[in-house]
């Protein structure tokens, strides 16, 4: 898009930003934040029964006609001969399968959807650093919560808010507040501030102000608190006594890491080698990105335990080249997907990139047969919640987990036809198809409709959010 005509457009969207829907009070009882989750629907009991069930689940596998019944938030039974209880949902002609389980995205910065342009200047990293540095604890709620009501509304039912623009233990409690409010199972990594220098440690405060009274944060235990780190290496390398504070504080407080590492500009350094031998690998990190992952790399990935988050979406758009995900699922390295950054990929649908994630593992091995369907599903669902550390808990249709499942209605024009049911939702399944997205037993999307957020709402919220920012960078 030509310069003018993207100030126009901004500027055209931006105004829609001041309507009278950003003005009511629904509205303004959010920006209080005492709304919070008690706008969400109780955990009821209820059978969704007469579907095609795709568990997910090693043991179980695909159930025709069967049925799920869900009571106090747990799966308490799959099946064909289920009795079931509580209100009866007809499946029939619907596909139910586990939500699927996101790992990692920049949620903040969904209100610069698109943004990242076709010129160096207007690319992805200096448009988020210079827009992110006037970014308001507001903006942060008004982001995160577009992208959960996106994610639930595309049948995500697990987030990683990677939340690396925290200027301030606002700007945190803003993204937690978001999560919390729109009733998504996530994990909120609290990072630094845009723009923060190389040379600076990042304020501990806020990570260790949220981690102080967590439980309380937490939405029942719905959302886990990390810590996105900026590792060894940014733009250069960043020196041990200001990196190494960090970690060691995000260690001793226990909570899980997660870094970006490897993109293919950064191929020379040997980042994970480096990380490898200063002992900053292990159980509790999660390596996002990893392309330029040598062999031996990947080996002492696998031999520390850490856990991988490609995301094939963002990693493809900004030219860092393809992910390693096959071979890295040959090591065994735990591994799961993600969105990254509505700035760089616009609609933040997972299958869309569930099935980029197939599709260029296809292309590096010039094959049409390198990785099935289902495998892509396997790392939307079970694979990418044990990469996160939850699989005990969500990721199958497994009776004793949480209820955290999707249904998806094929009966619309870009499905109709239901042949192979894991090459269907792969390849067919866009945000209109997911008919009801149920999070920890609450039905949050019932008949295509969102049912405890404002779509209106929302989308007012964002685009005056974007207004603020464009007016104090006095980008006009
Ligand atoms: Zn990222």
Redesign the pocket.
Known sequence: MCQICRRDFIRGAAAFGTSGLFASPLMAQTQRGDAGASRLPPRGEFTIANAYVMTMDGGLGDIANASVHVRNGEIAAVGKDVGGGGEKIDGAGMIVMPGLVET?W?MWNTIFRSFAGDKPEEGYFPTVARFGQQVSPEDVFQSTRLSAAEAINSGMTFVHS?C?NVRSTAHAEADVRALAEAGIRARHSCGWPQGLPDTQSADQAPLENLARDWKSRSNDGLITLGMAWRGQFRAGPIKPEVYQPEFDNARKLGLPITV?VAAAAHRAVGQIELLYKAKLLGKDIQL??ALAASDAELDMIKESGAAVSV?PG?ELRIGYGYPQVSEMLAKGIPLGI?V??SALTGSSNMFGVLKLTRDSENAKAESEFKMTARKALELGTIGGARSMGIDNKVGSLTPGKRADLIAISPNALNMAVVSDPAHLVLEATGPENVDTVVVDGRILKRGGKLTALDTSEIIAGARAALAGVRERTKWR
Request: glycine share 0%.
């Open positions: 990692h920049h990677w690396h970006h996002v990105h995301s963002s993600s990254d950054t």
